[in-house]
C-alpha cells in the first residue's frame, strides 16, 4: 500500500519552536494537562491512520490554535507565523495525497482526533491555544517519525 | 515535621543532564549558604498526569543531582522535576526544571568502534549505543531501535599528510582500502539523529598504523 | 496629517539566490535629511487567517535601507506579502507592498563550488558550505568507456568528504548539484572535475 509521504521543512519548524518553547510551557500552568500526549491520541495510531491524523491535526492547529492564541510580542509572533505557514504548505502537499485517496480516515483515526478537540475545549480558549504550543515538539516528532522520507505523493 | 517554605534560597540552575537515557536531575546549592549542611529533597511530575511524585531515593540527600532515569524511562512522555533546599526546620521554595522531553533531548554517546586493518587497509566496525537500563539483566535497547534515522559521522586523519576526511554512514561496517603504507590513521566517530540540535560526543580517538611495504604485521596504537 | 507628506518608498523587489532573499527599493530623497523605513510582512497563513496582522521584519524594522535581508522573515514555502514605509522624524509614508506576493521556491539556485582533492588513493570532495537548507547530490565515475555513474547524497558544506577509492592509473571525474528539500528544488550540475592517480605500483 503507497503510503502518502509529505515534504517538510522540519529543520526550520523545530528550530521556530525552539525559540519558543520555554516562553510558551513556562505561560502553560496546567501541568495536569495534556492535549496531545495521551495513549488514547498521538502514542497509539496506527501507520494506516497517519495520513489521516496528520490532515486533522494540521487543520487544528491553522483553524484553531495559532487563531486562539493572538500573540502580540513580535518575536512570538515570528516563530508562530514560521510554523503555521510550515504547516498551511503541508496542508497543500497533503492535498495531492487525498486526490490520490491515500488518506482515508478510519474510526479510530476520527475518535482521536475528536478527543484531541475535546481537551480543547475543556480548557479556557487562551489556555488552551498555549497549552497546544506548548506541545508542538510532540507533534513535530509524531510527524517526523511517521513521515520520514524526501519525496511528496 | 514539615519546615517552613521560604526560609531558605533555592536551589538554582537545575537540569536534566541526559546521555542516551539516562536521566540525572542536576543543581547547583543555593547562593550565600557556603557552609551550612544543606540537604535536599526530589520531586518529579509526569505531563498529563494528576501530582507530583516523590523520589525516596532522594530524600534528605546532600549531594545536588538524583538519578531519575527509572522514573523518566518511557521516552515518549514529558517531565518536570523539582528540589528544594533543606536546612533544620528551614526550607526553600521549590525550584523546578522546564518541561523535559527525553525523546528529543537526550545527547546520543557515541557508537563503540572496532578498528582493524590488515596492514594495507582499514576496517571499522560499529556497534550502536545502548539506551540506558534499570539493571545489567535486561535485554539491550539499541538506540537505533528508537531512531530509525540515527547516523554516524566517520571521520578519518591521516597523519602523514595530515588531511582529515569524513563520511557519513547508516550501516556499520565500512573498509578504506589502499591507504598509504606505513602512516598511522587516526578515526573518530560521533552518532548523531537528524532532527533538533543535541551535544555531540565524540568516541575516543583510535589510531592504527599501515605497514611498510615489505612486511605484513598488525601495530595498533 | 503628518502620513502622507512623505513619499511611499516605489519599485520595491525581491532578489532571491540561494535560499537568501533581499528585498530591494527606491530610496526616499529628502535633502539633508536621514530617512528610515520600516518593512513588515505577512505569509499566506496570515492573510488567510488573520489578516489585519503584519508582522515587524526581524533586521528592518526600522532600517536606514533602501534594502532588507528577509531571509529569516521568510522561513515557509508559501507566498509573502511584504510591505515598506518611509519615517522622518514625526513624518511617517503610506504603506508601500510588494506587487505579487514572494515565494521562496522562485529562489535562483546556482551550482555549488566544490574543491576536488585526493589523499594517496583517496578521492576527497570539499563543497561549499551554503547553509543547513542545502543537501548535495554528488555524482562520481571512472573516465572509461561505459563507466556507471555513482552518486551520493552529502548533507553539508564546508567539511572534506570522502567519495570513493581510487584505482592507479585511471582518472576520475566528479560533478555535484545542489538540493533544498524545503522547496523541493535542485540547481544545475557543476561543472565537471577530474583527478588522476599516477600510476604508482600497488602497495604490497
Known amino acids: 500500500l503507497r503510503r502518502c509521504l509529505i515534504s517538510m521543512d522540519m529543520r526550520r519548524m523545530e528550530e521556530s519552536f525552539r525559540g519558543i518553547k520555554n516562553a510558551i510551557q513556562a505561560k502553560d500552568t496546567f501541568q495536569n494537562v495534556t492535549i496531545l500526549s495521551t495513549s488514547e491520541t498521538l502514542h497509539s495510531i496506527k501507520p494506516l491512520d497517519v495520513c489521516c491524523v496528520t490532515k486533522n491535526l494540521l487543520a487544528f492547529y491553522v483553524d484553531r490554535v495559532f487563531k486562539d492564541h493572538q500573540e502580540l510580542s513580535p518575536q512570538i509572533l515570528r516563530k508562530t507565523s514560521s510554523i503555521a505557514n510550515s504547516f498551511l504548505y503541508m496542508q497543500k502537499t497533503l492535498q495531492r495525497c487525498q486526490e490520490q485517496r491515500l488518506c482515508h480516515c478510519r474510526q479510530e483515526a476520527i475518535n482521536a482526533t475528536r478527543i484531541i478537540h475535546d481537551t480543547y475545549d475543556q480548557l479556557e480558549v487562551r489556555s488552551a491555544a498555549i497549552k497546544s504550543l506548548g506541545e508542538l515538539d510532540i507533534l513535530l516528532a509524531w510527524i517526523e517519525k511517521n513521515h520520514q522520507g524526501t519525496s511528496a505523493a | 515535621v514539615p519546615c517552613v517554605s521560604g526560609g531558605l534560597p533555592k536551589p538554582t540552575n537545575i537540569t536534566f543532564l541526559s546521555i542516551n537515557m539516562k536521566n540525572i536531575l542536576q543543581w547547583n546549592p543555593p547562593q550565600g549558604l557556603q557552609g551550612v549542611e544543606v540537604t535536599y529533597s526530589v520531586q518529579y511530575f509526569i505531563y498529563g498526569q494528576k501530582k507530583w511524585l516523590n523520589k525516596s531515593e532522594c530524600r534528605n540527600i546532600s549531594r545536588t543531582y538524583c538519578d531519575l532515569s527509572a522514573e523518566t524511562s518511557d521516552y515518549e512522555r514529558q517531565y518536570y522535576a523539582k528540589a528544594k533546599a533543606i536546612w533544620g526546620t528551614n526550607c526553600s521554595k521549590w525550584a523546578e526544571t522546564g518541561r523535559f522531553y527525553p525523546f528529543l533531548e537526550t545527547q546520543i554517546g557515541p557508537p563503540e568502534v572496532a578498528l582493524t586493518t590488515d596492514g594495507k587497509s582499514i576496517s571499522i566496525v560499529l556497534t550502536a549505543p545502548k539506551k540506558w537500563k534499570k539493571n545489567p539483566e535486561e535485554s539491550s535497547i539499541s538506540l537505533e531501535q528508537i531512531y530509525s534515522n540515527l547516523k554516524y559521522n566517520v571521520s578519518v586523519h591521516n597523519t602523514k599528510s595530515n588531511r582529515t576526511w569524513s563520511q557519513c554512514v547508516t550501516n556499520r561496517t565500512l573498509v578504506f582500502s589502499w591507504l598509504e603504507p606505513d602512516t598511522l590513521y587516526c578515526v573518530l566517530v560521533e552518532s548523531f539523529v537528524p532532527g533538533p540540535p543535541r551535544l555531540a560526543q565524540p568516541s575516543e580517538k583510535q589510531c592504527v598504523s599501515t605497514l611498510k611495504d615489505q612486511a605484513s604485521t598488525l601495530k595498533v596504537k | ?204
Open chain 3, 1 to 204: 496629517d503628518g502620513v502622507a507628506a512623505l513619499p511611499a518608498p516605489q519599485n520595491l523587489s525581491v532578489q532571491s539566490t540561494n535560499m537568501k532573499h533581499v528585498l530591494t527599493w527606491s530610496p526616499v530623497v529628502v535633502p539633508e535629511e536621514i530617512i528610515h523605513y520600516s518593512v513588515e510582512y505577512q505569509g499566506e497563513y496570515e492573510s488567510l487567517y488573520m489578516s489585519h496582522i503584519w508582522i515587524p521584519s526581524s533586521w528592518c524594522s526600522p532600517t536606514q535601507g533602501p534594502e532588507c535581508d528577509i531571509t529569516d522573515d521568510i522561513t515557509a514555502t508559501v507566498p509573502y506579502s511584504l510591505r515598506v514605509r518611509a519615517t522622518l522624524d514625526s513624518l511617517t509614508s503610506a504603506w508601500s507592498t510588494l506587487k505579487h506576493p514572494f515565494n521562496r521556491n522562485s529562489t535562483v539556485l546556482t551550482p555549488p563550488g566544490m574543491e576536488i582533492t585526493k589523499d594517496g588513493f583517496h578521492l576527497i570532495i570539499k563543497l561549499e558550505d551554503l547553509g543547513p537548507q542545502f543537501e548535495f547530490f554528488v555524482a562520481y565515475w571512472k573516465r572509461e568507456p561505459g563507466a556507471k555513474e555513482h552518486v551520493k547524497m552529502v548533507r553539508r558544506g564546508g567539511i572534506p568528504v570522502h567519495l570513493e577509492t581510487m584505482e592507479p592509473g585511471a582518472a576520475h571525474c566528479v560533478k555535484v548539484r545542489t538540493f533544498v528539500k524545503a522547496i523541493r528544488r535542485h540547481s544545475a550540475f557543476s561543472q565537471t572535475e577530474c583527478v588522476k592517480v599516477q600510476g604508482e605500483t600497488l602497495p604490497l
